[in-house]
């Protein structure tokens, strides 16, 4: 347990539906950010937080996308109009980054989302 | 577009053996790190690499860097069953004051017991 927690661990929805995953970074990391990995693949970055600013975009993270870090701690991501190439486990990994920090990212148990 | 390829995608040794797994990349790094992720699970950072260094020892991993031929390898010595996992390597990429990793596509280890 890296201590950064994803939840739904699982979601099973229909295509065309919202979904939303939230994730909980380790509470004193200022960095959050998003991965997505297709079965069989290494996990793609989608975009990363600073406190609440989110920084970078992956052209991955499609107009049906967005993620939100409101108060600079939890973040959600969500999926609009959910399509079966939407399919995948979403990944979320926290990092700080300050005098003498690593910034090793740690990462979250992941969201696995199946579209039927 | 996914920065490393690994190679073999998978292995299956007996316990005891060794296991060798070899990471290629495309572009100029800071460094390199290998991961290891159980099944359906997050990824745990094994190791970290330098741009500078040419080998690296953990407990019973050991991995090399060949920054003239842009390729990495990752040793398990003494494999256990529970080195079952796909392991990834994965180069730094900088974005302004951070980075991201690229992830190659994984090698799958079954250690057989």
């Known amino acids: 347990d890296t201590g950064v927690s994803q939840d739904p661990r699982h979601k099973i929805t229909k295509r065309g539906q919202n979904v939303t995953f939230r994730c909980d970074p380790i509470?004193?990391?200022?960095?959050l950010y998003w991965y997505r990995q297709t079965l069989g693949q290494g996990p793609e970055f989608l975009t990363y937080f600073q406190n609440e600013a989110q920084l970078e975009k992956s052209r991955l993270l499609s107009d049906r996308f967005s993620a939100e870090r409101p108060k600079g701690s939890f973040s959600t991501l969500e999926i609009q109009r959910t399509e079966q190439g939407d399919s995948a486990m979403y990944l979320c990994a926290s990092s700080l980054i300050g005098q003498g920090k690593k910034d090793e990212q740690f990462f979250g148990p992941g969201t696995r989302l199946t579209v039927l | 577009s996914q920065q490393g390829e690994e190679d073999p995608q998978a292995l299956s040794i007996q316990e005891g053996e060794n296991a060798t797994m070899n990471c290629s990349y495309k572009t100029s790094i800071n460094n390199l790190q290998w991961y290891r992720q159980n099944s359906g699970r997050g990824l745990v950072h094994l190791i970290l690499i330098r741009s500078n260094e040419r080998e690296k020892h953990s407990g019973r991993l050991r991995v090399t860097l060949d920054t003239s031929k842009k390729s990495s390898s990752l040793l398990i010595t003494a494999s256990r069953a529970a080195d079952t996992a796909s392991y990834f390597c994965a180069t730094v990429v900088r974005m302004d004051s951070s980075y991201k990793l690229i992830f190659g596509s994984g090698t799958r280890l079954l250690v057989r017991p």
């Open positions: 509470s004193e990391h200022n960095r």
